[in-house]
């Protein structure tokens, strides 16, 4: 089955782009660069704790301004 027939088209191309970055445990810096790039280049405030979290703060939903950040 080729990922090209699979619906939600964005959903199984996103899938396959993160599923070819190489991310075992205690070697996810490939993946940490490649979501650091991801929201950097789309504006979005990024930062990279201690641990190798990426937090990304994003604007929240028109009309979820007042719901609690997850």
Do not use: C
Not at 2 to 13: D, S
Not at 20 to 49: C, Q, Y
């Amino acid at each position: 089955m080729k990922i090209e027939n699979l619906e939600p088209q964005a959903f199984f191309r996103w899938f396959a782009a993160i599923s070819d970055i190489p991310h075992e445990s205690k070697k996810e810096e490939k993946m940490i660069a490649f979501l650091e790039a991801f929201f950097k280049s789309r504006n979005i405030p990024v930062e990279t704790d201690r641990f190798g979290n990426v937090l990304a703060y994003l604007a929240a939903t028109p009309g979820y301004e007042d719901q609690p950040a997850i």
